[in-house]
């Protein structure tokens, strides 16, 4: 299945934020729901189970000057097995404009048993730009070992390089359980927050939750591990 998704939201000039495009394909469909003020707030509605394998879905965002976006999503997304040999695609491309603000917070991706995934998201940030950007896996359903999925993300500010940052687990993913990743962990995630106004903090580590300032631009990156969802979603909520 193929499917493409488009978000573009403008300032209205009165403070707030207006979507002057919002489009959707099964099983990738988007609707507004009420938010906060200023804010406009899009859920990601699964219209269909999955994401199979085989199955390409692109959703594109793009965010301009002075508005601000909230991206929630229903529910987890479940990566299923598919055709032998396919591989199923979510791709998120972002553009985030000089005062605008991206806030892509979804529910956790499950690597289910047998599934070959894929998630690939490309952020472009104008200076002056903000982003939260969230990103959680869960290695399998309860009881069972995940199948194969890698997480790649790619954010630019103001040009240049700010984070690449990739993952992979499961069955073609040697050590992705060991010590030098997860450490047996079955959840793990991670919160870019990249924000001008805000002061970079320094870098810690605390338990399985580390927080690193990056190079490129004002932004924080925090990283961690988890023994369930529940658990993650709390380490990554600041």
Request: aromatic share 2%; hydrophobic share 45%.
């Amino acid at each position: 299945m193929r499917a493409f998704a488009r978000l573009v939201a403008r300032a209205d000039g009165r403070g707030g934020t207006v979507l002057t495009e919002l489009h959707g394909e099964t099983p990738l469909l988007l609707r507004q729901t009420p938010g906060d003020a200023g804010a406009a707030t899009v859920h990601v509605v699964g219209g269909a189970a999955g994401p199979l394998a085989g199955d390409d879905l692109r959703l594109e965002i793009d965010v301009g000057p002075g508005a601000a976006v909230r991206v929630h999503s229903v529910a987890a997304s479940v990566a299923l097995p598919g055709r032998p040999g396919a591989v199923s695609r979510m791709a998120v491309r972002a553009v985030v404009h000089d005062g605008a603000a991206l806030h892509w917070l979804p529910e956790q991706l499950i690597a289910a048993a047998g599934c070959a995934h894929l998630a690939e998201s490309r952020i472009e940030l104008a200076a002056g730009a903000s982003l939260s950007w969230r990103d959680e896996l869960i290695c399998g359903r309860y009881g069972e070992s995940p199948g194969g999925a890698v997480v790649h993300t790619r954010v630019d500010y103001d040009g240049r390089p700010l984070l690449r940052q990739s993952l992979a687990v499961g069955p073609q993913a040697p050590g992705w359980a060991g010590p030098a990743v997860l450490g047996g962990a079955p959840a793990t995630g991670s919160l870019l927050l990249v924000d001008p106004s805000r002061p970079v903090e320094p870098a810690t580590v605390d338990g399985t939750v580390a927080r690193l300032p990056l190079a490129g631009g004002p932004a924080t990156l925090w990283t961690a591990t988890a023994p369930d969802a529940h658990t993650l979603r709390a380490h990554l909520t600041v």
